[in-house]
């Protein structure tokens, strides 16, 4: 089955600097991986996802990247803000709504003001 | 965009007593769910896939007997916990897709769950 490796698990970063989350994964056939922001005590919610047929894919402060030879994609966020604290996920899956996405570890973003 | 509620969003109970969770697709018909258990500062761990008018299909480890799903409906799926027991306080999310051929995950809120 699918595997993936996010890291770091923590990162803290001054407000206004960038943040990179990084994320690999081992199935070639995975072709769809989203990213998810969850605040204490929330719901994971979708902040950006990317496709294989695509390299990059920005988003106002949020970029991801995907290198799909090297199984491993990239979430950048620049200009962080203190609302910007939070866990982030990453996942791997196959595209289609019946297909289990496999999620990595998160990471706990904390941005200082 | 889709919305996936879950009722209730928190819940206390005895040991020994069984609780049932409601995840309920509020705007679109879902023919899979996903229910995940976290548990503090940790990742979602799926527990079983849950199917409209079938079986659930259960991770490897995940007691089918303690924890009972039934996808009832297009919009409903439920999750019971029976004999709880203080190790089964969690927070339980479930998760939906708005359809066969979308990717994109909707969660629900969350139910926080302690076990006394």
């Known amino acids: 089955g699918e595997n993936v490796e996010q890291h770091p698990s923590t990162l803290s970063v001054q407000e206004g600097d960038s943040a990179v989350i990084k994320c690999t994964y081992s199935?070639?056939?995975?072709?769809?991986f989203p990213w998810y922001k969850q605040e204490l005590g929330k719901r994971p919610q979708l902040i950006i996802d990317?496709?294989?047929?695509?390299g990059e894919k920005k988003d106002q402060r949020i970029a991801v990247t995907l290198n799909k030879t090297a199984k491993h994609f990239s979430l950048h966020i620049t200009e962080t803000q203190p609302e910007d604290s939070a866990v982030y996920f990453c996942?791997?899956?196959?595209?289609?709504?019946?297909?289990?996405?496999?999620f990595g570890r998160g990471t706990s973003l904390i941005v200082h003001p | 965009g889709a919305v996936v509620s879950q009722h209730p969003s928190w819940v206390i109970c005895k040991s020994g007593t069984s609780v049932k969770i409601e995840c309920r697709s509020l705007?679109?018909?879902?023919?899979?769910m996903f229910w995940y258990r976290q548990f503090p500062k940790q990742s979602l761990m799926l527990m079983a896939t849950?199917?409209?008018?079938?079986?659930?299909?259960?991770e490897q480890g995940v007691e089918k007997d303690k924890f009972l799903i039934n996808h009832a409906s297009l919009t409903l799926s439920t999750l019971t916990v029976t004999s709880a027991h203080p190790e089964d306080s969690s927070f339980y999310i479930c998760?939906?897709?708005?359809?066969?051929?979308?990717?994109?995950?909707?969660f629900g809120p969350g139910t926080r769950l302690t076990v006394l």
């Open positions: 849950s199917n409209e008018g079938s079986k659930a299909t259960y």
């Open positions: 705007d679109f018909q879902a023919t899979t």
């Open positions: 199935d070639s056939a995975s072709n769809y």
């Open positions: 996942a791997a899956s196959i595209s289609g709504g019946s297909y289990i996405p496999t």
């Open positions: 998760s939906a897709p708005t359809g066969p051929s979308t990717d994109t995950q909707y």
């Open positions: 990317i496709r294989s047929n695509v």
